[in-house]
């Protein structure tokens, strides 16, 4: 009996016990300790034969404070999924090599090298290894080989460097090291464990402070590389000062197509023109101009001088060869406010065509089939779905959706079958497998079962309105636990972040989290959130605050007239662009009892003065704080805090670098000198992310606050404490 036989027979019996113990009591409320319950699917990979899924399996570690990844696999034709990877370690990632021989995972084995493990799929039993330089990555239609991209770092000369005995001083405090153009230093490294920097950026939300430019900007342009499945030579076949930014090889081998700027000009010239500029002050005529980022090119098999296939604004990416070697589709958005499009070449001609014309809605991600058609990933609004796309007719079909989200597209070779995972407002992340033409869906996973028999998750009642300029806004209603005819509930409006993500038909636990408290939840996608159009989605450009405010208003007053609606006891609560938005209305409005602010940016200037993302005011703001000062400080709800008698909730983390904690402090300040009922939540070693992958306790502490405080004013009604207390004078 084979290793995966064997383990889904022991897995079955697991299984039927497990199933046979769930609770047959009516199902009760969510509480936040249950988020520690709850397995996250991601990551499906179909192996190449169709026969085999592998998905990474989440699960949180509540004693030790941390998530745990495994690798599962589970037959497409039904089955229990079982684990392949050891629960000792972390593992994630999977996908199948083009033979189906081995399954490659990402995972952080001790006693490993920087690359991925494998386990061999055509063996009963045996340990994960890591094999070397195999090749991954764009093949021709016999996979005898395969096409990549890496950069070439040039070789140390031991000999010719300096030979030292003395220690490093800065080998404990690498950032302390003064960096390349700096005019000062310490005057003792060893009592110097600072930071200091010289050039832009510093730091980054995700990977804290940065290396000083100097030191990590050295010039090795990514190159073209070929590699035979049966050597682990790699054949370099590209040498160019410019860098090739994606590459796939046609079906017969022959050509390769590359991503590279227009001109093909070195990197450090391309960067140098991009600094300069960033350095100029904001040009109306300069800066919303289409610029022609990059373009597609071919060079034969074996290398060669490119010849250019596409001369178009915007940037061309995700690439890939028709079956006939005849075209290549790509995606590209032709300006940085126009709808992502689906295009494909012809490789003879140059003649490009636009597969989506005018449709509203943009492509996640796609692929060909074997007849010539093409499936599409596409954000339909609040939910997802697959579409099949035929670049003849110029046809669009829904074939995979409904009410729901779905990711991780994954097909077998023969592109029959497709794997992927699925989420409702009411269902937790499990695993689907479908015909590539959407039929015979079937459902493969239950990890989450148990929890939904045992939870009475919150349903919403999705509705749209017509909003100012004629716009239609998409909006959701969660209806509270407990919920009982003829009686008044309080509501909670949530306001996403971005502003350029979301809300949806997608189980979310913060929804959960306070309609299981009793309330409504009312979350909605003003003008400017995605899924509904580059149109859509840049309509508040340089008007943050305004119509879509508006929007927000509105939705309020169509729920605010249902009679299980209480109106006198509402709050308010988002985070980053929602924090904004939460305090913006408690600037604008009282109708709202309380508010909670998360991640909040409420001085812009500040927050460009410390955040890691300048470039998104200097695009939606039309400039930088100097350029266009008045919009900077009009729309900063710092500015107009005065009128704010809501008491609020703000939740900020201390490693915040997206939204950093200065808005939070003064926003606090601001409210407390004024009388206003305020608290202070800072939670240590969190980011930008501490809602959706932080430390599980405090995430979870975080969940029981925002219950706690719309619990308090909503619900109990205001008593004595610190909230409620006097101005600080």
Request: glycine share 8%.
């Amino acid at each position: 009996m084979s290793r995966f036989s064997s383990a889904l027979c022991c897995l079955g019996l697991a299984a039927a016990s497990l199933s046979a113990q769930s609770t047959r009591s009516a199902p009760r409320a969510f509480t936040p300790a249950d988020w520690y319950r709850l397995t996250t699917l991601s990551t499906p990979s179909l192996s190449p034969d169709g026969k085999l899924i592998a998905f990474t399996v989440t699960t949180v570690r509540e004693a030790e404070n941390k998530r745990h990844a495994e690798v599962w696999v589970v037959a497409a034709d039904g089955g229990e999924p079982t684990r392949f990877t050891s629960p000792g370690t972390e593992s994630s990632r999977p996908r199948f090599s083009p033979d189906g021989k081995y399954l490659f995972f990402t995972s952080n084995r001790p006693g490993g090298k920087p690359g991925p493990w494998a386990l061999r799929m055509d063996q009963p039993s045996g340990e994960a290894f890591q094999i070397e330089h195999y090749p991954v990555g764009s093949m021709p239609r016999d996979r005898r080989f395969a096409v990549f991209t890496d950069t070439v770092t040039p070789p140390v000369d031991s000999a010719a460097a300096p030979k030292s005995d003395k220690a490093d001083p800065w080998e404990k405090t690498p950032l302390a090291r003064p960096p390349f153009g700096a005019i000062t230093r310490p005057l003792d490294p060893k009592r110097f464990d600072g930071r200091q920097f010289v050039d832009l950026p510093i730091k980054s939300n995700d990977a804290g402070y940065l290396p000083n430019r100097a030191e990590r900007r050295v010039w090795h342009p990514t190159q073209i590389f070929a590699q035979a499945f049966d050597s682990t030579v790699r054949h370099q076949v590209t040498s160019t000062a410019y860098s090739h930014d994606e590459v796939a090889v046609s079906p017969d081998g022959k050509w390769i197509a590359f991503a590279a700027d227009p001109e093909l000009r070195p990197d450090s010239v391309v960067v140098a023109e991009r600094d300069s500029l960033a350095r100029l002050p904001y040009n109306a005529a300069r800066d919303e101009r289409e610029r022609n980022e990059s373009d597609l090119f071919i060079i034969p098999g074996e290398g060669g001088t490119p010849r250019r296939l596409t001369r178009a604004m915007g940037d061309e990416f995700n690439f890939d060869w028709s079956p006939d070697g005849r075209t290549i589709g790509f995606q590209a958005r032709p300006g940085r406010a126009k709808s992502v499009r689906l295009y494909t070449v012809d490789v003879a001609s140059g003649a490009i065509d636009n597969l989506l014309g005018d449709w509203r809605y943009e492509p996640d991600g796609w692929g060909w089939l074997e007849n010539g058609d093409i499936f599409m990933s596409a954000q339909i609004g609040g939910r997802s779905a697959f579409h099949r796309v035929s670049p003849r007719a110029k046809t669009i079909s829904e074939v995979i959706g409904g009410r729901r989200r779905i990711a991780g597209l994954s097909y077998d070779a023969r592109h029959a079958r497709v794997a992927y995972v699925a989420t409702g407002l009411t269902t937790p992340t499990e695993l689907y497998v479908a015909d590539a033409d959407g039929k015979n869906e079937r459902k493969l996973t239950s990890f989450n079962d148990r929890l939904n028999a045992e939870i009475a998750w919150a349903d919403a009642e999705r509705f749209t309105f017509r909003s100012v300029g004629g716009l239609e806004i998409e909006s959701w209603l969660m209806k509270p636990y407990g919920y009982v005819p003829g009686r008044k509930y309080p509501l909670v409006l949530y306001v996403h972040g971005g502003p350029h993500s979301a809300y949806g038909e997608n189980w979310f636990d913060e929804f959960q989290n306070l309609a299981a408290a009793g309330m409504w939840v009312l979350f909605t996608n003003p003008r400017g959130s995605t899924g509904y159009g580059a149109d859509f989605t840049f309509s508040t450009r340089g008007r943050w605050g305004a119509e879509d405010y508006q929007d927000l208003m509105k939705a309020v007053d169509i729920v605010a007239r249902r009679p299980d609606v209480d109106s006198t006891r509402m709050g308010v609560t988002g985070g980053s662009y929602g924090g904004f938005m939460t305090d913006w209305i408690t600037t604008r409005t009282h109708r709202f009892k309380a508010a909670e602010s998360d991640r909040m940016v409420g001085d812009w200037v500040a927050w460009y003065g410390s955040s890691d993302a300048q470039g998104l005011t200097e695009f939606e703001f039309y400039g930088k704080p100097w350029d266009n000062h008045a919009m900077y400080d009009s729309l900063a709800p710092i500015t107009h805090v005065g009128n704010v008698t809501t008491p609020t909730l703000i939740v900020h983390s201390e490693d915040d670098f997206r939204a950093p904690m200065v808005s939070a402090e003064e926003w606090f300040i601001a409210l407390r000198k004024r009388g206003i009922p305020a608290e202070f939540v800072r939670y240590p070693r969190s980011t930008h992310e501490l809602s959706r992958s932080g430390e599980p306790w405090l995430l979870v502490d975080r969940l029981g606050r925002l219950r706690q405080w719309f619990t308090h004013w909503l619900i109990e009604g205001a008593g004595p404490g610190v909230a409620a207390g006097t101005a600080v004078r």
